[in-house]
């Protein structure tokens, strides 16, 4: 993924987070992640693919992009 794709995703799950009226203290603790690591991922910084998805997870979202398009859907809500 691109710098750009990252902070696309970034927003996408800070927007989400701050939807669901969540810190991101309680965000690290349900993804079992470090408050910081949710901050740098919402900054836009590059992040490995488990971290990605336990983020996702805690958040009731699933992952739809494979690919580096900018354009593409990066998470969706889940059914």
Same mark, same amino acid.
């Given at each position: 993924?691109? +710098?750009? $794709?990252?902070? $696309?995703? %970034?927003?996408?799950?800070? *927007? @989400?987070?701050? &939807? ?5 203290? *309680? ?5 079992? $992640?470090?408050?910081? +690591? #949710? %901050?740098? /991922?919402?900054?836009?910084? =590059? /992040?490995? *693919? ?7 997870? *805690?958040?009731?979202? &699933?992952?739809?992009? $494979?690919?580096? @398009? #900018?354009?593409? =859907?990066?998470?969706? #809500?889940? =059914?």
């Amino acid at each position: 993924m691109t +710098t750009d $794709v990252y902070q $696309v995703l %970034g927003r996408r799950l800070r *927007a @989400e987070r701050l &939807r669901q009226d969540r810190s991101q203290r *309680a965000l690290a603790q349900a993804a079992g $992640v470090s408050e910081p +690591t #949710v %901050g740098r /991922i919402e900054s836009g910084t =590059p /992040i490995a *693919a488990h971290t990605l998805a336990q983020i996702a997870e *805690a958040l009731g979202l &699933r992952l739809t992009l $494979v690919d580096a @398009e #900018v354009d593409e =859907p990066l998470c969706s #809500v889940r =059914p």
